[in-house]
């Protein structure tokens, strides 16, 4: 049921169906649903991604404005929303282009209850009215309907029209389980409503008129300059995905609105990434689909690759970046709360891994499916691939599937970095929460792992990571998890500098459009279909994060340019975030195994937002200034609503609206950060001198400020303080430690 109390209130008016153009007002379960008609082709349209031609624009994660077009037999319809309070919006529609006599088009506002109780329209007033317990809620519109018909649901309504027509009279109503206020696109080409909840008949009425004649607010846009848009699209990928799922009583963020895949689905990485994802606007967002994913959670210990309405592959698990993801989410939010409540979850699915799938008891992990459950492909080889999350792989091509240990005869490279890394995360978080035990644990499991995947998951001949066969020698064919091991750490050095030799080969990785699931010089790569030579966001995001963790700065930021690229040559005119790209063309949709608006390929702008402002697993809170005019923000931090802007390349970085840093150092500040009397990051190597400045502070303040442990002086500026940082070539410690006054006044607490 489309009904829920406890969603949180600025979310509870909201795109919660699996109509775009509906909006829902949870608590009570009123939907508003936008019904089209065309004469010329005899059709109802109920604005439906599977079936119609939709193209999602912008949309706030809290709904406060949301925008699409959609075309219906040669109409194409722009409709939008706002919201003037949490219980109120008003929404418009405008012909922008017609199929036919606008007389014959019709656009129909519907009204109905998820309880079936009755809606009563009163023309004379103009307000369609429904009482939901002791609340009401009044719906109005800016020019009275041609005509108002009732339904006993929508479909009954779409029937109506499409058996008989615009001229039929006879359903014509004032009560009814839906009331349907019809206009045409001749009468009204442009038009508006409005609807409003209040605990009285009268307020209602009052707040929707009163919402009607609003102005609109300011169009959205919270990124220009520099990877312009990138965070405005993660933004409005989210927000689209995040659904409620009515089987579990639960919001979330679907892998995509548009597959039809049952009543709900959830692949556990995916949920993670959206998890990451949601988690740069929203917190509690991120915390509804981490728990998500990890409902997943089975009495053997590990974590369903996926649960979905119509089957459950326990058997099998995906590879565990949920630490990853959790302590990232930690790194931004600052929240305790998100390690306590998923630490269990993940400490038994690392354990699990360990258990299950090293069937040699060599330290080294290969895919497998267990003899538990009834999912699809179970005790296949098929579903043994599953595991890695990249089912038709060429790099799984010479792996032989043994019913015995129920793995693949391979040791998978990309499966082992990624336990490694969770094993890392473990420890990380376990020293958190105060579980040194546990983080002894989880260091010596990730220490023992790198070291493994160094020795033995190094093929010297090609001086690159491979697959290998746990009795034999390196699989042929690579794909991009040969960069994994600067992911989890496992390369030395000498092993990272030859791996970017295969980054940098155009016969190999390289090239307009990166990184190919399959070398250009691989048989697999012309096959072009789905794992064999497309570009997946998800693998670009960790090679990116391996990258920069190698401190290969240039490398990483050549990828995330052109993985922005990428994302931006489908997503600015036709609003396609798609699943997997072609290596080649760049295109998306050239072939039909992939979704148009998937929820990880707003990884690819994320790598861009990262690239000036990040929380990274190893160096915190990061502003990186570029020297290009950046405006980007609201973004979440511990501190609370970031934004970050460079103009005359000084970057400012501003939370809930005050200025917090300025510098005008070309380069990073990294391990950012602000608390209990102490400013502190790790700057960056310079070419030239620069300063940085904390505003809100007197330099009476200062207690004492030290650069890499020497006292540096602080002088007053018209911002607060500012310190100058002379040349260095190597990365400086700054401190700055403040009295209890000049604490709060950096903190924003005065």
Same mark, same amino acid.
């Given at each position: 049921?489309?009904?829920?109390?406890?969603?949180?209130?600025?979310?509870?008016?909201?795109?919660?169906?699996?109509?775009?153009?509906?909006?829902?007002?949870?608590?009570?379960?009123?939907?508003?649903?936008?019904?089209?008609?065309?004469?010329?082709?005899?059709?109802?349209?109920?604005?439906?991604?599977?079936?119609?031609?939709?193209?999602?624009?912008?949309?706030?994660?809290?709904?406060?404005?949301?925008?699409?077009?959609?075309?219906?037999?040669?109409?194409?319809?722009?409709?939008?929303?706002?919201?003037?309070?949490?219980?109120?919006?008003?929404?418009?529609?405008?012909?922008?282009?017609?199929?036919?006599?606008?007389?014959?088009?019709?656009?129909?506002?519907?009204?109905?209850?998820?309880?079936?109780?009755?809606?009563?329209?009163?023309?004379?007033?103009?307000?369609?009215?429904?009482?939901?317990?002791?609340?009401?809620?009044?719906?109005?519109?800016?020019?009275?309907?041609?005509?108002?018909?009732?339904?006993?649901?929508?479909?009954?309504?779409?029937?109506?029209?499409?058996?008989?027509?615009?001229?039929?009279?006879?359903?014509?109503?004032?009560?009814?389980?839906?009331?349907?206020?019809?206009?045409?696109?001749?009468?009204?080409?442009?038009?508006?409503?409005?609807?409003?909840?209040?605990?009285?008949?009268?307020?209602?009425?009052?707040?929707?008129?009163?919402?009607?004649?609003?102005?609109?607010?300011? @169009?959205?846009?919270?990124?220009?300059?520099?990877?312009?848009?990138?965070?405005?699209?993660?933004?409005?990928?989210?927000?689209?995905?995040?659904?409620?799922?009515?089987?579990?009583?639960?919001?979330?963020?679907?892998?995509?609105?548009?597959?039809?895949?049952?009543?709900?689905?959830?692949?556990?990485?995916?949920?993670?990434?959206?998890?990451?994802?949601?988690?740069?606007?929203?917190?509690?967002?991120?915390?509804?689909?981490?728990?998500?994913?990890?409902?997943?959670?089975?009495?053997?210990?590990?974590?369903?690759?996926?649960?979905?309405?119509?089957?459950?592959?326990?058997?099998?698990?995906?590879?565990?970046?949920?630490?990853?993801?959790?302590?990232?989410?930690?790194?931004?939010?600052?929240?305790?709360?998100?390690?306590?409540?998923?630490?269990?979850?993940?400490?038994?699915?690392?354990?699990?891994?360990?258990?299950?799938?090293?069937?040699?008891?060599?330290?080294?992990?290969?895919?497998?499916?267990?003899?538990?459950?009834?999912?699809?492909?179970?005790?296949?080889?098929?579903?043994?691939?599953?595991?890695?999350?990249?089912?038709?792989?060429?790099?799984?091509?010479?792996?032989?599937?043994?019913?015995?240990?129920?793995?693949?005869?391979?040791?998978?490279?990309?499966?082992?970095?990624?336990?490694?890394?969770?094993?890392?995360?473990?420890?990380?978080?376990?020293?958190?929460?105060?579980?040194?035990?546990?983080?002894? @644990?989880?260091?010596?499991?990730?220490?023992?792992?790198?070291?493994?995947?160094?020795?033995?998951?190094?093929?010297?001949?090609?001086?690159?990571?491979?697959?290998?066969?746990?009795?034999?020698?390196?699989?042929?064919?690579?794909?991009?998890?040969?960069?994994?091991?600067?992911?989890?750490?496992?390369?030395?050095?000498?092993?990272?500098?030859?791996?970017?030799?295969?980054?940098?080969?155009?016969?190999?990785?390289?090239?307009?459009?990166?990184?190919?699931?399959?070398?250009?010089?691989?048989?697999?790569?012309?096959?072009?279909?789905?794992?064999?030579?497309?570009?997946?966001?998800?693998?670009?995001?960790?090679?990116?994060?391996?990258?920069?963790?190698?401190?290969?700065?240039?490398?990483?930021?050549?990828?995330?340019?052109?993985?922005?690229?990428?994302?931006?040559?489908?997503?600015?005119?036709?609003?396609?975030?798609?699943?997997?790209?072609?290596?080649?063309?760049?295109?998306?949709?050239?072939?039909?195994?992939?979704?148009?608006?998937?929820?990880?390929?707003?990884?690819?702008?994320?790598?861009?937002?990262?690239?000036?402002?990040?929380?990274?697993?190893?160096?915190?809170?990061?502003?990186?200034?570029?020297?290009?005019?950046?405006?980007?923000?609201?973004?979440?931090?511990?501190?609370?609503?970031?934004?970050?802007?460079?103009?005359?390349?000084?970057?400012?970085?501003?939370?809930?609206?005050?200025?917090?840093?300025?510098?005008?150092?070309?380069?990073?500040?990294?391990?950012?950060?602000?608390?209990?009397?102490?400013?502190?990051?790790?700057?960056?190597?310079?070419?030239?001198?620069?300063?940085?400045?904390?505003?809100?502070?007197?330099?009476?303040?200062?207690?004492?400020?030290?650069?890499?442990?020497?006292?540096?002086?602080?002088?007053?500026?018209? @911002?607060?303080?500012?310190?100058?940082?002379?040349?260095?070539?190597?990365?400086?410690?700054?401190?700055?430690?403040?009295?209890?006054?000049?604490?709060?006044?950096?903190?924003?607490?005065?």
């Amino acid at each position: 049921m489309l009904q829920h109390t406890t969603i949180p209130l600025k979310r509870a008016w909201n795109t919660w169906s699996d109509r775009p153009a509906e909006m829902v007002f949870l608590p009570l379960g009123v939907r508003i649903t936008p019904i089209l008609y065309s004469t010329r082709s005899r059709t109802t349209s109920a604005i439906e991604p599977r079936r119609d031609k939709v193209r999602l624009g912008h949309h706030a994660i809290d709904g406060s404005r949301i925008e699409l077009e959609t075309d219906h037999s040669g109409t194409t319809i722009a409709f939008s929303t706002e919201k003037s309070d949490p219980f109120a919006i008003r929404g418009s529609w405008e012909g922008k282009a017609s199929g036919e006599w606008g007389l014959r088009f019709w656009v129909t506002i519907a009204i109905s209850a998820e309880g079936g109780e009755t809606i009563r329209y009163d023309a004379e007033k103009g307000i369609a009215l429904v009482k939901i317990g002791t609340r009401f809620v009044a719906v109005t519109s800016a020019e009275a309907p041609v005509q108002v018909t009732g339904h006993e649901t929508i479909e009954t309504l779409r029937t109506d029209f499409e058996k008989n027509g615009y001229f039929y009279l006879a359903s014509r109503s004032d009560h009814a389980p839906v009331i349907a206020m019809r206009f045409n696109l001749e009468m009204m080409r442009r038009g508006a409503y409005a609807a409003a909840v209040a605990d009285s008949a009268e307020l209602a009425i009052e707040k929707a008129r009163a919402s009607l004649i609003k102005d609109v607010p300011a @169009e959205l846009g919270s990124h220009t300059g520099t990877y312009e848009d990138a965070l405005d699209a993660i933004r409005d990928v989210v927000a689209w995905n995040t659904v409620w799922d009515e089987t579990n009583a639960r919001p979330y963020t679907a892998v995509t609105r548009i597959w039809n895949l049952g009543k709900f689905a959830v692949w556990y990485n995916d949920q993670t990434f959206a998890a990451l994802l949601g988690g740069l606007f929203d917190a509690d967002l991120a915390r509804e689909n981490l728990m998500t994913a990890l409902a997943g959670v089975t009495p053997q210990g590990n974590i369903a690759c996926i649960i979905t309405s119509n089957d459950a592959w326990v058997d099998r698990s995906q590879p565990p970046y949920g630490a990853l993801v959790v302590w990232q989410l930690y790194q931004r939010t600052g929240e305790r709360s998100l390690l306590e409540t998923s630490y269990e979850a993940l400490v038994r699915n690392q354990r699990w891994w360990r258990d299950n799938r090293d069937p040699d008891d060599a330290g080294l992990l290969s895919c497998g499916t267990s003899d538990v459950g009834d999912g699809l492909y179970k005790g296949s080889a098929f579903g043994a691939r599953n595991e890695t999350g990249m089912d038709n792989s060429a790099t799984h091509d010479e792996a032989v599937y043994d019913p015995g240990t129920r793995t693949l005869s391979t040791f998978d490279l990309g499966l082992n970095c990624a336990a490694a890394l969770d094993a890392e995360m473990l420890a990380k978080i376990a020293g958190v929460l105060g579980r040194h035990e546990d983080a002894r @644990e989880f260091e010596a499991i990730a220490n023992r792992s790198r070291n493994l995947i160094s020795e033995e998951l190094w093929d010297e001949s090609r001086g690159i990571f491979a697959n290998r066969q746990r009795k034999g020698g390196f699989v042929r064919s690579l794909s991009p998890t040969s960069f994994y091991p600067l992911l989890c750490g496992a390369a030395k050095q000498e092993q990272a500098v030859r791996l970017l030799e295969h980054l940098n080969d155009e016969n190999s990785f390289a090239g307009a459009f990166v990184l190919p699931n399959a070398t250009r010089n691989d048989p697999a790569f012309a096959e072009n279909v789905y794992w064999r030579g497309r570009i997946w966001p998800n693998v670009n995001y960790m090679v990116w994060l391996g990258l920069r963790r190698y401190g290969f700065t240039t490398e990483a930021s050549r990828l995330a340019g052109q993985s922005y690229d990428l994302f931006m040559k489908s997503w600015r005119e036709d609003r396609i975030a798609a699943e997997n790209y072609n290596a080649v063309t760049g295109e998306a949709m050239d072939q039909g195994d992939t979704d148009p608006f998937y929820i990880w390929a707003a990884l690819l702008p994320l790598m861009a937002v990262g690239e000036l402002c990040d929380f990274d697993p190893w160096k915190g809170w990061t502003l990186t200034n570029v020297g290009r005019d950046v405006t980007m923000g609201p973004m979440l931090s511990a501190a609370g609503h970031l934004h970050v802007t460079i103009e005359h390349a000084v970057l400012k970085a501003s939370v809930n609206g005050r200025l917090l840093i300025s510098t005008d150092i070309r380069g990073t500040l990294s391990k950012i950060i602000i608390q209990n009397g102490q400013f502190s990051c790790l700057v960056d190597p310079l070419d030239v001198k620069g300063f940085i400045t904390l505003a809100g502070v007197n330099s009476a303040d200062v207690v004492t400020a030290r650069l890499n442990g020497e006292e540096i002086i602080s002088t007053a500026c018209a @911002e607060g303080i500012r310190l100058d940082i002379p040349q260095g070539n190597q990365p400086r410690q700054l401190d700055v430690y403040l009295s209890s006054i000049g604490a709060a006044l950096a903190q924003g607490k005065t």
